[in-house]
């Protein structure tokens, strides 16, 4: 797994482990990220990288920084095993080709997301 796509995975457990670690307004910028994300794995890691800057996001970033240092030994394995993310086994069949990193996070981000999966508000009655 290449350096990018380890750090993407990095904040995609971190999205799905920690989403409340991620203040609401947070929650809007990362929705219009995950709509502008290019296909490049190397873009997107600078993306998150960008995102992650400001210190009132400094408990996020260093869940990332954790879990980037835990799937790093990944980076170093066999090629020709088939494993995903903390050395895990791919979810993904091996003649099926796999999501793409946009694909991955943008998933991510949509499916955590309180502001895109809150419960539908209840009319008052009068």
């Not at 800057?53 to 170093?76: N, V």
């Not at 955590?112 to 009319?123: G, R, V």
Request: proline share 13%.
């Amino acid at each position: 797994m290449s350096v990018y796509k380890n750090s993407i995975n990095a904040f995609i457990y971190v999205l799905e482990s920690k989403p409340d670690l991620i203040p609401l307004q947070d929650w809007d910028e990362l929705n219009q990220l995950a709509s502008n994300l290019p296909e490049d794995a190397e873009e997107i890691s600078e993306r998150i990288q960008n995102w992650l800057k400001p210190e009132s996001r400094s408990q996020i970033r260093e869940a990332y920084r954790q879990r980037r240092k835990e799937l790093a030994p990944s980076i170093y394995l066999d090629p020709n095993k088939i494993l995903g993310p903390g050395n895990t086994k791919s979810p993904t069949p091996p003649d099926r080709p796999s999501e793409s990193s946009k694909e991955m996070l943008e998933n991510a981000i949509k499916k955590n997301s309180p502001l895109l999966n809150s419960p539908p508000t209840q009319p008052q009655q009068p």
